[in-house]
């Protein structure tokens, strides 16, 4: 028998962010901004979740009059398990994104289209013709990133991380174009790549900078920092002083939002500068 249509959801109800901690979190900013402006009867909240309680948070999402929820550190992995991931989540093994569909709770991972869709906006035609990418890092970031790589048929993904067994791991994981590599490596990469990403913690205030040398790399290579605390990083800093084209963390954040919203409230937003400047002016000092 087939199965009647969805009616459409309702642009209304309450969504949050649950982490463990979450103050820092500015999608609270992000999400009530679009609710204010597309004039919506809607509230996004922060929810602070310790790992012992996340199972039975997500449990009664619906009773607390949640149509929805982002996920932020330490629940990426966990909400896997919590909820029904699509493939993209399960490949990623990291999602980002619940929502309730016909009392189902669903997930995904929007990092990755955050990632792709930034580029596209910040650096357009970044992957004409691009054979090689080095992302820097191994972790749940590193792993959307390789994602939405491939799906935008980049030859060849190195993968560089202080821990090598995290980078063969990461690798194993998508295939032969992805290829694990150690920090040793990185001026031979370098030189042939046409993007480089950095999905470390390092440059993150509070963190060491970090510390590579870009001269190898092309000089019409893009640089991409996923770090957006602070948003103005040495990587991007050098980057621009070369000349490369600098894509910076923030605008990620921003897309990797959209999906959610559209999912809950049942509406597109858009990325607009007036958001990316309310966003800016609350990292100020980061
Ligand atoms: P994660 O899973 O903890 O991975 C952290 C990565 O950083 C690992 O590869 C780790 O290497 C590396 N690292 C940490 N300290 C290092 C050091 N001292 N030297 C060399 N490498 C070091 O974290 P994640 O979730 O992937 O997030 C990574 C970064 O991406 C964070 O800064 C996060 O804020 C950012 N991010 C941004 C967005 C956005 O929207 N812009 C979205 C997601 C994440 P080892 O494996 O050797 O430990």
């Known amino acids: 028998m087939t199965k009647p249509p969805s009616p459409p959801r309702p642009r209304w109800g309450a969504a949050c962010v649950i982490g463990w901690p979450v103050a820092h979190s500015r999608s609270p900013l992000i999400h009530n901004y679009w609710i204010t402006r597309y004039g919506l009867d809607a509230e996004y909240r922060r929810e602070a979740v310790p790992p012992d309680q996340f199972k039975d948070f997500i449990a009664q999402l619906s ?25 993209r989540a399960k490949v990623v093994g990291a999602a980002n994104t619940l929502w309730l569909e ?16 930034n580029l596209g906006a910040a650096a357009p035609a970044w992957d004409r013709g691009l054979r090689s990418a080095v992302v820097l890092g191994a972790g749940g970031a590193a792993r959307a990133v390789v994602f939405g790589l491939l799906g935008r048929a980049v030859e060849r993904v190195h993968v560089v ?22 920090w040793s490596d990185l001026d031979r990469l370098l030189a042939d790549a046409g993007l ?3 999905t470390t913690s390092l440059g993150m205030s509070g963190q060491p900078e970090l510390a590579i040398d870009l001269a190898p790399l092309p000089a019409d290579a893009v640089v991409a920092d996923l770090v957006y605390a602070p948003l103005k990083t040495a990587l ?13 963390g923030l605008g990620m954040l921003l897309h990797q939002a959209v999906g ?27």
Do not use: C, M, S
């Not at 016909?102 to 869709?117: K, P, S, Y």
């Not at 995290?166 to 150690?182: E, S």
């Not at 809950?264 to 800016?280: G, I």
């Open 161 to 182: 991380n202080r821990t090598f067994e995290r980078a063969k791991a990461l690798a194993d994981r998508f295939g032969g174009q992805v290829k694990p590599f150690r």
């Open 102 to 117: 016909g009392g189902v709770l669903r997930a995904t991972n929007t990092d990755v289209e955050g990632f792709i869709a």
């Open 63 to 87: 009773d607390r009059g949640y149509v929805g929820a982002n996920v932020t550190v330490p629940h990426k992995e966990a909400a896997l398990a919590v909820a029904a991931p699509d493939e």
């Open 236 to 248: 991007l800093a050098d980057a621009r002083r070369r000349g490369l084209r600098a894509v910076d």
């Open 196 to 198: 480089l990403v950095n």
């Open 260 to 286: 959610g919203f559209e999912r809950w409230f049942n509406l597109r937003p858009q990325v607009t500068e007036d958001l990316r400047a309310l966003v800016e002016a609350d990292l100020i000092g980061t």
